[in-house]
């Protein structure tokens, strides 16, 4: 053999101690820098922006750990990825935290004690502190991104693209200002998109009470229309009822009242025991013009007059409610819409801060929800509430503060995105979705739906709204860049940055007719921040071989993002540049606590991934969560890591053994596997073989997004095909000296070399340490993150041997059961194992003979039908028999066997090495000590002990044990000599 061979792996697996020493190398060899620029192709991954208001947590920690894997997996399959990072620095929760830490408690503080300039200077100062946080933590995870140059919303080159993007719509004729009903967050004094409500976690489960009120109609007494509602604090700016033209109402008699309703929902009367009488039966169509009196008459100070039923079929539900609708034009998108129809007066009582205004009598200066129970109470002091139920439903609430949302009118500046809906799903067409489901289910239907997307903030920190209007003629002038800013400036300085209050003190010159251009104080949608990133972020890559435009090639973000920045990103290469973001998109789930719960502070169920590394290792945290299963929601359970903290350790004892045996006996491995293929036996074949199907696999759900099934593969492959299974079969051949074992170690090296390689992506720390202490010598990258993922070698592949393996394992498991049937332990040694019927299994089962000898543990392998008092089992048309019978030779064998076990033990808790000699003294039960003596030749070579004595009692040092209930002392000592 050469000079040059394989090396053993010492000591035990540390991940503290190795991960340490590995970023070090990384460090000093420069190994991430060389990585990024390696590779020919080009690949453009997509980081959706995070936003940098808190630490990250384990969910968190999960999005950046899969795009990672991701971004590994592509440079080792010989691409150049584009892995800058970026992070979404505007937006309400970057202020909200100042406003808490500046004790401010509304905008107007802001504005008048603040000052708009020094609380932009604090959100700027915030946001880079978390943004610099979530790098470092980022980095501790064994992330590898280009942080030192990373994408950031909040500068002047990346706002300058939202501008781009808002001036093109405003070209296009999408940009439109108009008065509508909103999403309104009345703590943040903002409105809030549609897309933006509609997030998953802008819901939450609420119980409350719906009430059904009856509207009195005028100049008919004790008549009523019942009219359902679950938000009392809109019946003070109510103008209308609605009824729908199609269906039949009923006027009923029930005691001295009477009550008109939908004859659907008769159901509420008598779910409320009253007992009625049907008066007369009607057509929607015809209570139209019907006039009632405010319920609250007297008690608000606005025009009640004309009140009256109007008609509609998309406002009326047959089949909720009472069929009659209560109208307030002002809080309610389809109520605004019939009141264009039907020219009805809007009223709004409620101010932007959620209280009451003047004009609102007894409810002034109540926020709207504490007003609730005060009407409800109001309405029933008059007679006028039918009936109360607690409901549970779901209800928006602000994503950012956490206030629940009200409808409310406003004027306000959006893109009509309607028009663009089959643009939009040409583009998604041309998209590829994990799951495909997620894109068919949800995406796609909100594609389908999908109307105008609010983008004016009545806020500070955030992209400027770039549209500047003449006071003189109202011209709209659309700002893209800082160039053409300053191409207009009639009076101010040229801003210091893209931001207020600097922007808001530019006054441009009007193109029309000469006059002054003041800026609309608004700013700009977060989400349009990261709606632009596809484009934007390319300008802060530096690699040689970086794209120029999208698409993306890859996008990984949580399900959430279905009507977040997946929509945006599309909305804004649809409307924008014409052009598809991105080309495949991975979404994942969330994970949750234990209980399945969602991790919040507010919960105090939020797991710090740090924590978690500091108690396992990296590699051990980024085991457990990138084995779940991408698309669904898991539970974090902290304890499970430390099943993968053991998984990693089992992996390395793997190596260790490997590298162990091939230092003692030289092994230097040749260029190709191949190359020593016939010196192999049955199952060293089938090893390579099993490697080249585990690689076909692997790189298969990796490109069809299944990375967690991708990762299983290799691990499986590493703990039950070589650990359990192959280590079980050749324990023994690497032991006994004097044997050919060229085919055994070449299989096993080229086995575990390639399933490094494809483990490292996704455990870089663990699979580094073994590169350089195991292979580093004979290949030829210095580090496993420079290879590319291992070819593969058709040769290798022998699918008969794979069936054959499979038949094996199933013989096998069957003596198990037979054994365990029996009682009887793996340990114990059995006469024979019989193995017949199908002739072609047979014979295809006779070259592993050796195999069901040692994973049977029996003395001998037939091929014959057994004498009738064996126990015999039934296996793929393969009759597995085995002798249960135990002699007094076998069962001293047994006992033999648990020695030795115990010795190695010892061995281990006082750090031998494998080569070291011992002496062992061996004191306890007769039958025992007889076993010894009769297997001393064994006992001595499994435990290279170089003697055997034997005492009549134990000295002090002596360690006991008990084997099959009997007592044994054993001592060791070690000697220098064979």
Aim: aromatic residues 12%.
């Amino acid at each position: 053999m050469n000079d040059i061979h394989v090396l053993r792996m010492r000591g035990s697996y540390d991940p503290r101690q190795l991960e340490q020493q590995i970023r070090q190398f990384w460090e000093q060899e420069k190994i991430p820098q060389k990585a990024r620029i390696r590779g020919e192709k080009p690949f453009y991954f997509l980081d959706g922006p995070p936003y940098v208001t808190n630490p990250i947590h384990v969910g968190t920690a999960w999005n950046k750990l899969l795009k990672d894997t991701y971004i590994r997996y592509y440079r080792m399959r010989g691409y150049q990825v584009v892995d800058t990072p970026g992070f979404d620095t505007h937006g309400l929760p970057i202020e909200v935290r100042v406003e808490r830490e500046l004790g401010v408690k509304s905008k107007r503080e802001i504005e008048e004690r603040i000052g708009v300039e020094i609380f932009i200077k604090k959100c700027r100062e915030q946001a880079l502190k978390h943004m610099r946080m979530q790098i470092e933590q980022y980095r501790n995870l064994g992330v590898w991104m280009e942080w030192e140059h990373p994408y950031i919303t909040l500068k002047d080159d990346y706002i300058e693209y939202v501008w781009n993007f808002v001036k093109r719509v405003y070209e296009k004729g999408a940009l439109k200002r108009g008065y509508g009903v909103f999403h309104w967050c009345y703590r943040c004094g903002t409105v809030l998109s549609e897309h933006e409500a509609s997030m998953e976690e802008a819901y939450k489960e609420v119980e409350e009470d719906s009430i059904y009120v009856k509207f009195p109609l005028k100049d008919r007494e004790r008549t009523y229309l019942l009219v359902w509602t679950t938000t009392p604090w809109t019946i003070p700016d109510n103008v209308a009822v609605a009824a729908h033209p199609d269906i039949y109402y009923v006027e009923v008699s029930a005691g001295e009242e009477r009550y008109i309703l939908a004859e659907t929902r008769l159901e509420i009367l008598e779910t409320a025991g009253i007992r009625y009488e049907v008066i007369r039966r009607v057509r929607g169509e015809e209570l139209e013009g019907v006039r009632y009196r405010h319920p609250l008459e007297g008690l608000i100070l606005r025009d009640l007059k004309d009140l009256r039923i109007v008609v509609s079929e998309e406002v009326v539900k047959p089949y909720e409610g009472t069929g009659l609708v209560h109208i307030a034009p002002a809080h309610g998108e389809e109520d605004f819409y019939l009141s264009q129809v039907y020219n009805l007066p809007i009223i709004n009582l409620v101010g932007k801060d959620g209280r009451f205004v003047q004009g609102s009598g007894k409810y002034e200066g109540l926020n709207v929800f504490d007003a609730n129970p005060i009407i409800v109470e109001d309405l029933q002091e008059r007679g006028l509430l039918f009936k109360i139920e607690r409901i549970r439903h779901r209800y928006p609430f602000c994503w950012r503060c956490k206030t629940p949302l009200i409808y409310m009118l406003t004027e306000q500046w959006y893109i009509d995105v309607a028009p663009y809906r089959a643009k939009l799903l040409e583009l998604y067409e041309r998209s590829e979705w994990v799951p495909r489901r997620i894109g068919e289910e949800r995406f796609r239907k909100w594609l389908e739906n999908a109307r105008r997307w609010v983008i004016s903030r009545q806020r500070y920190w955030g992209v400027p709204l770039p549209i500047w209007v003449c006071s003189e003629c109202g011209y709209v002038l659309v700002i893209g860049s800082k160039a053409e800013l300053l191409s207009h400036l009639k009076r101010g300085r040229e801003p210091p940055e893209l931001h207020r209050p600097y922007v808001d003190e530019v006054i441009l010159n009007c193109p029309q007719c000469g006059g002054d251009c003041q800026r609309v104080p608004d700013v700009v949608d977060v989400w349009m921040d990261s709606g632009v990133a596809p484009w934007a972020a390319l300008s802060f890559v530096s690699l040689p071989k970086a794209p120029k435009t999208p698409p993306a090639d890859l996008i990984i973000e949580g399900h959430d993002q279905t009507r977040g920045w997946f929509y945006t990103t599309l909305v804004v290469g649809a409307l924008g540049f014409d052009a598809l973001p991105w080309r495949r998109v991975v979404v994942h789930g969330f994970v949750l606590d234990r209980e399945g719960r969602a991790m919040h502070k507010s919960l105090g169920n939020v797991i710090d991934p740090i924590d978690v590394v500091k108690k396992y290792g990296c590699d051990a945290l980024r085991l457990y969560e990138l084995q779940f299963t991408v698309w669904e929601d898991s539970r974090f359970v902290l304890e499970e890591v430390l099943q993968a903290y053991r998984t990693l350790a089992q992996i390395w004892n793997v190596y260790r053994f490997a590298s162990l045996y091939m230092e003692l006996d030289r092994f230097s491995p040749p260029n190709n596997p191949d190359m020593h293929i016939r010196e192999m036996e049955v199952e060293d074949r089938w090893l390579l073989a099993k490697i080249e199907v585990v690689k076909q696999r692997y790189v298969e759900y990796m490109e069809r997004g299944m990375l967690h099934k991708a990762l299983m593969e290799v691990i499986n492959f590493l703990i039950e095909d070589v650990s359990r299974t192959y280590i079980r079969i050749v324990r023994r051949r690497v032991w006994e000296e004097d044997v050919e074992k060229q085919g055994l170690y070449t299989a096993l090296y080229f086995a575990l070399r390639d399933a490094l390689l494809l483990l490292a992506p996704f455990v870089p720390f663990i699979t580094e340490a073994i590169y350089q202490r195991v292979f580093r010598p004979f290949e030829k990258e210095e580090s496993v993150h420079l290879c590319h993922i291992p070819p593969p070698r058709p040769t290798l592949l022998n699918h008969e041997l794979l069936g054959d393996m499979k038949v094996v394992k199933k013989v096998v498991e069957t003596a198990a059961r037979i054994r365990a049937d029996k009682s009887i332990k793996l340990r114990q040694p059995l006469t024979a194992l019989y193995i017949h019927g199908d002739e072609q299994w047979v014979q295809r089962l006779r070259v592993w003979a050796h195999v069901f000898r040692d994973l049977c543990n029996v003395l001998s392998v037939s091929y014959k039908p057994p004498p009738p008092n064996v126990v015999q089992r039934e296996v793929d048309g393969v009759k597995v028999g085995l002798d249960v019978t135990i002699s007094p030779e076998l069962r001293a064998l047994g006992w033999a066997r648990e020695v030795v076990r115990r010795v190695q033990v010892m061995r281990k808790d006082l750090g031998l090495d494998i080569e070291e000699y011992i002496v062992l003294h061996v004191a306890g039960d007769d039958e025992l000590i007889a076993a010894v003596r009769r297997n001393e030749e064994y006992v001595r070579t499994e435990t290279r002990a170089i003697k055997v004595i034997y005492h009549t009692a134990p000295s002090e040092r002596a360690r006991e044990w008990r084997i099959d209930g009997k007592p044994l002392w054993l001592e060791i000592e070690r000697t220098a000599c064979e």
